[in-house]
T-cell receptor
């Protein structure tokens, strides 16, 4: 099956700086890569996603890049704010496994005011 | 947008009892729902895939007789933790996708504490 690795596990940045979280996946057939933000005790919320036919996608301060050859994708948050502090999960969806998601291990982001 | 309602949000039960968790898709039909488990500070682990009108598909290592899943209609899936033990204490969360919708919508989660 698919294996998703995520780094770093924790990340602290000063307010206004950028944050980058990286994920790798093992199966080149995976074709959809969402990112979720989860605040403490709450449900994960989809913040951005990218499909395998696209290399980069941006939504205001958030961007995701995908390198299919290297099988890795990254989340970029610019001009970070304290409310960006949360746990972020990447995921990969494999088309041949019932559209199941395989999640990364999460990154706890802390934005220091 | 698509909303998945999950109940209860938290439950405390005695060891040996059973607990039912419901996930209901509002305003859309969910032919497939996914059930996850999340331990503190850890990632979401897929437990099973629930398909309307058929048996659920369980991930390796998940006891199907302990975690009973029923997807009786296109808008309702239930997870029953049978004969719960303290090690079953966890955060359980479901997700579903509206057909042609964007991404997957998660329920609000259920924090189960078995004492």
């Amino acid at each position: 099956g698919e294996n998703v690795e995520q780094h770093p596990s924790t990340l602290s940045v000063q307010e206004g700086d950028s944050a980058v979280i990286k994920c790798t996946y093992s199966d080149s057939a995976s074709n959809y890569f969402p990112w979720y933000k989860q605040e403490l005790g709450k449900r994960p919320q989809l913040i951005i996603d990218i499909r395998s036919n696209v290399g980069e996608k941006k939504d205001q301060r958030i961007a995701v890049t995908l390198n299919k050859t290297a099988k890795h994708f990254s989340l970029h948050i610019t001009e970070t704010q304290p409310e960006d502090s949360a746990v972020y999960f990447c995921a990969a969806r494999h088309p041949n496994t019932g559209n199941q998601f395989y999640f990364g291990t999460g990154t706890s982001l802390t934005v220091i005011p | 947008g698509a909303v998945v309602s999950q109940h209860p949000s938290w439950v405390i039960c005695k060891s040996g009892t059973s607990v039912k968790i419901e996930c209901r898709s509002l305003d859309f039909q969910a032919t497939t729902m996914f059930w996850y488990r999340q331990f503190p500070k850890q990632s979401l682990m897929l437990m099973a895939t629930s398909n309307e009108g058929s048996k659920a598909t369980y991930e390796q290592g998940v006891e199907k007789d302990k975690f009973l899943i029923n997807h009786a209609s296109l808008t309702l899936s239930t997870l029953t933790v049978t004969s719960a033990h303290p090690e079953d204490s966890s955060f359980y969360i479901c997700s579903a996708r509206e057909d042609r919708g964007k991404g997957y919508t998660f329920g609000s989660g259920t924090r189960l504490t078995v004492v």
